[in-house]
C-alpha cells in the first residue's frame, strides 16, 4: 500500500473504530501512574448463577471484567457488588447474600497470585504494590440485613466495605428512588429513625454509606445523620440525564460539604438523556417480552436467574444506539465543577446494564479512554488520578478514622 493510501485507510478505519478514542502516550502513562477503582460491578451473578471464572481467557466472553481485561485497563480495585434480587429471593434474603460473597472468595482462591480479597484502604494499596486485582464487596440493598443489625455487622465481618442503603425496592427503613411512585409500597418518608440508627452503626463498624439508588429523602436523612463522609457507588448527575436514579446539583453540593464522593454510573440510560427517553418509551414491550420468557422457563419447571431477563433485556438495548463516550464523561465535568474534582470517581455497574455502556467501554480494558477523554478537556494528571481513585480512598480513609474514633468511645 502507498503512503497516500496507508493515510487514507488509517482514515477510514478511525471512521469505523472511533479511532479519536485511541489513548496516547501521556494519557497512558497518568492512567498507569494511578490507583484506578471501581466502585461497582454485578459480576458476582456471573460467578453464582453462571460459574463464570475471572480468570476466563475467552475473547467472545461479553462480559466487562476478567482478569485479563482489569490488568489491560489498568483497574487496582473492584467493589464486587453483592444484590439480591428481592422478588425471587423472596424470605431468604441473608442466605442468598452470603452466596453471592462466597463466590468473589472462591475466585480470589482460585486466583491468588493476580486477585486478592481487601478490607482497607493500605489492602488496595498492598495489592496495586503486588500487581493483583483488589477484591472488595459492596452490599446493594439495604434488604440483605433483613432489619436485623446483627446481620449487618455479621457481613461486615465478612468483609463487606459499602452499603447500598436501599437498591430499587424500598425496604423496611429506607425508601428508594426506584418505587417512589408505587401507590401500593409502603414509604417512611427517607429514613426510619431504626433506619437512621443502621447508618450510624455502619459509621461505627466502617462500612461506607452508599447512596446511590435511594429516594431524594433518604439521601437528605442519611446526609444528616453520617458521621463519616457517604459515597454514591454508581450514579449520575440529574441536571443532565433526568434520571430519578442520578443526584440533583443541590445533592451533588450536599456531597461536597459531607466531604464524599460520586462514581459515576456507565449506564446508557443515567448518562444520555436521548438514550433514556428511547428506553423508556420500549420499557412497556421489554418488560413483557421478559416477562413471556421468564414465564415459559418457570412453566418447563426451571429456576429463573438475573441471567434470564439479562438476555432479553440486552436484545432491546441492542436495538438503541450506544451514546458516545463524551456523554459519559460530561457527568463527570458537571460533578466536577457542581461538587468539586475532589468528589467525583467512578462506579461503573460493570456486568449490571446488559451491554448497555456508551461507545468505545466495551469492558474494563477500555479505562485509559477515560483518562484520554479528560486530558483532552484539559484535567491535570492530579486532578485524573483522583477522579481514577485517589477520592475514593480519601473517602474510605476517613471512614476508617470515624470508626476507630466512634469505637474508641
Ligand atoms: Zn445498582
Known sequence: MSKRNL???????????????AVSKKAREIHNSAIVI????????????????IGSTDPKDPGHISLDKAKAGNLGAEFFSI??????????FARHTLDLIDSVYEQAARHPGRMMMAFSVADIEQAHRE???????????????????????????????????SWSNTNEWADSSGDMNNAKVEHHNGLTEGGKQIVLEMNRLGMLVDISHVADKTFYDSIAVTKAPIIASHSGARALSNHPRNMTDDMLRAIAKNGGVVQVNFYNAFIDENYRKAEEAQKKDREAAVKAYTDQLKAAGKTVTYLDSDRIDREWAAKIP??????????????????????????????????ATPQGIDSAAD??????VLLDRGYSPDDIRKILG????????????????????
Open 367 to 372: 479505562l485509559p479512554k477515560i483518562t484520554q
Open 390 to 409: 485517589a477520592n475514593l480512598l480519601r473517602v474510605f480513609r476517613e471512614a476508617e478514622r470515624v470508626s476507630h474514633e466512634m469505637k474508641a468511645k
Open 83 to 92: 444484590w439480591v434480587e428481592p422478588e425471587t429471593n423472596q424470605g431468604h
Open 322 to 355: 450506544r451514546p458516545p463516550l463524551t456523554s459519559l464523561i460530561d457527568h463527570i465535568d458537571h460533578i466536577a465543577k457542581v461538587a468539586g474534582v475532589d468528589h467525583v470517581g467512578l462506579g461503573s455497574d460493570f456486568d449490571g446494564v446488559s451491554g
Open 131 to 165: 500487581h493483583k486485582l483488589a477484591a472488595l464487596l459492596g452490599i446493594e440493598g439495604g434488604h440483605s440485613i433483613e432489619n436485623d443489625v446483627r446481620l449487618l455487622r455479621d457481613f461486615y465481618r465478612l468483609g463487606v466495605r459499602y452499603m447500598t442503603l
Open 7 to 21: 493515510v487514507v485507510g488509517i482514515a477510514v478505519a478511525c471512521a469505523v473504530s472511533l479511532c479519536a478514542q
Open 38 to 53: 471501581d466502585t461497582h460491578a454485578d459480576t458476582p451473578q456471573r460467578f453464582l448463577d453462571e460459574n463464570y471464572d
